[in-house]
């Protein structure tokens, strides 16, 4: 993998600095070296990308091809990703320390969605319908305009074709702001779209601080709307700035969900699977079930089983392919995450990890840290710490289980362990969480709504939801017959 000396903005086909010549450091998460600089984007430099993306949309092919052929061009862009399969897990494992084994797979992943909005475009089908002798109406669904992407660092070039990928497919023009801390495999973009035939214009792409390139798009007067994906309080404030202009908002924000394991459970299954939903992906992960909700009869069994299991990880260079927990991404998300380690260590009983491994004197690394008998009360049982952290906590009752599970802001994913059925069904449906997985970690299909509720966002997504939160349904009344219309003022026609 080569490094960029420097990082780019992509405006109107062309690869281009900041205009007032701003640059920001990029680190890698083992050492915390500067490997790179990355542009800085301002409000000078989102203007210019919003207007080569309003140009693209006003004048250009791409909103008025045939859905057909836009599904071409993302046939092609899907398959550009799929072979640059080796090359973005190098590159994501370097610049956000997840674990190599895990980094590859998501160009296949990216690949899936653009292939996934391509075959959706194509099979849409919109509602028509007729008032015999009286009116026929119709919808004819239009691309919104150009499109804020304002994405995170974990798995950032998979996150960002969740969006790309309907946002094209749909028709529109797009800005795309990723997260700061991981510049790199964005940078693959532009080549791959370029090579598929995406017309200069429609993606645009602006690196920089949130607080500045972000907010300049989000409070941008020709951005028709925002996806953001994100922390909560990060998504109330673009909520806010998009507030004066009443923009489409989609928001996939924080999460702290819960897994409740019964005491009938595949109790084997449940450990893999939990220990896995919160230390994969280093615990940077939306969906992570970071709270381990356990029936008093089986409690003690699994603490014990799950601390010696954690203590066992294999915690290390994220290019080694024996990693299983790699480096956080950045110093200052990791001294957050050891803050909450220490708030921990207060709250609760610390059963595993809780400190940097002592084989990795350097680098932003955290053994996986286990804490039981954690009150509800508990900050770590109510914040999210968005790292390989995890609460543990007993429950005696179906009732008290969903209680504790709903206990908390968030309600974006839960997972439920039993081999109940009523119980299975009953209790899922009773968490408040836009996602539940029942006997199973996060494993989607594509097609089915992807979101959360309270604070965890606003909107969902997945299958037709994405399309339409891209697209406007214009109803379209085309009269067949005689229309009844008062005659207002009729007298002075004679
Ligand atoms: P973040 O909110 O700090 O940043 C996300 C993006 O927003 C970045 O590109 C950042 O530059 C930008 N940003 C920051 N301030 C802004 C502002 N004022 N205006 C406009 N843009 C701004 O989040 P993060 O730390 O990068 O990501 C981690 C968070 O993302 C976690 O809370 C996680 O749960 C959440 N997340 C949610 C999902 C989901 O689907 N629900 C998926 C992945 C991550």
Request: proline share 5%; hydrophobic share 40%; with cysteine.
């Amino acid at each position: 993998m080569q490094l960029p000396q420097s990082i780019r903005h992509h405006i109107d086909g062309k690869s281009v600095d900041s205009v007032h010549g701003g640059t920001f450091d990029v680190l890698e998460p083992t050492k915390n070296t500067v490997y790179t600089t990355a542009a800085a984007g301002d409000a000078a430099d989102i203007d210019a990308a919003v207007a080569a993306a309003r140009r693209a949309f006003r004048d250009g092919p791409w909103p008025r091809l045939r859905n057909r052929e836009r599904a071409r061009v993302l046939n092609r862009i899907a398959d550009a990703v799929e072979a640059q399969d080796e090359t973005l897990a190098a590159m994501e494992s370097f610049d956000t320390g997840l674990p190599i084994t895990q980094a590859k797979g998501q160009a296949r992943r990216a690949a899936e969605n653009f292939r996934f909005f391509a075959d959706l475009v194509v099979a849409q089908t919109d509602e028509a319908y007729r008032v015999p002798g009286a009116q026929l109406n119709y919808v004819n669904r239009k691309p919104v305009g150009v499109a804020g992407l304002i994405t995170p660092w974990n798995t950032p070039f998979m996150l960002e074709s969740w969006k790309l990928a309907p946002a094209l497919a749909a028709g529109c023009t797009v800005v795309l702001k990723p997260a700061e801390f991981t510049p790199l495999s964005a940078s693959l973009w532009a080549g791959i779209f370029a090579e598929a035939g995406l017309p200069d214009g429609v993606f645009n792409l602006v690196n920089g601080i949130g607080e500045v390139a972000g907010d300049a798009l989000v409070k941008h007067p020709d951005v028709d709307l925002i996806s953001f994906t994100g922390e909560t309080t990060t998504g109330s404030t673009i909520f806010r700035n998009a507030s004066d202009r009443l923009k489409g908002l989609s928001m996939e924000l924080g999460g702290k969900s819960p897994a409740v394991v019964f005491a009938d459970a595949d109790l084997d299954a449940a450990l893999d699977s939990t220990l896995f939903g919160v230390f994969s992906l280093n615990g940077e992960r939306c969906t992570a079930s970071s709270r381990v909700l356990v029936e008093r009869p089986v409690y003690d069994e699994f603490v014990a089983r799950y601390a010696r299991r954690a203590a066992a990880v294999k915690v290390g260079d994220p290019a080694d392919p024996a990693t299983e927990v790699g480096a956080l991404v950045h110093p200052e998300h990791y001294e957050r995450v050891l803050g909450y380690v220490e708030i921990g260590k207060t709250e609760a009983k610390l059963v595993a990890g809780g400190e940097r491994p002592a084989h990795l004197p350097e680098g932003n690394y955290l053994a996986p840290t286990v804490f039981a008998d954690v009150p509800r009360t508990a900050r770590i049982f109510q914040e999210e710490i968005f790292g390989p952290v995890v609460a543990i906590t007993p429950f005696d009752t179906e009732d008290e289980a969903v209680e504790l599970a709903n206990d908390v802001r968030y309600g974006l994913a839960a997972y439920v362990w039993t081999n109940d059925l009523r119980r299975a069904h009953d209790v899922s449906g009773r968490i408040e969480a836009g996602m539940v997985w029942i006997n199973s970690h996060n494993v989607r299909d594509l097609r089915s709504p992807f979101g959360g509720v309270k604070a965890s966002g606003v909107g969902h997504e997945g299958g037709y939801r994405s399309l339409d939160f891209y697209t406007q349904e214009q109803a379209i009344h085309v009269t067949l017959g005689d229309v009844h219309t008062p005659r207002f003022g009729k007298d002075g026609d004679q």
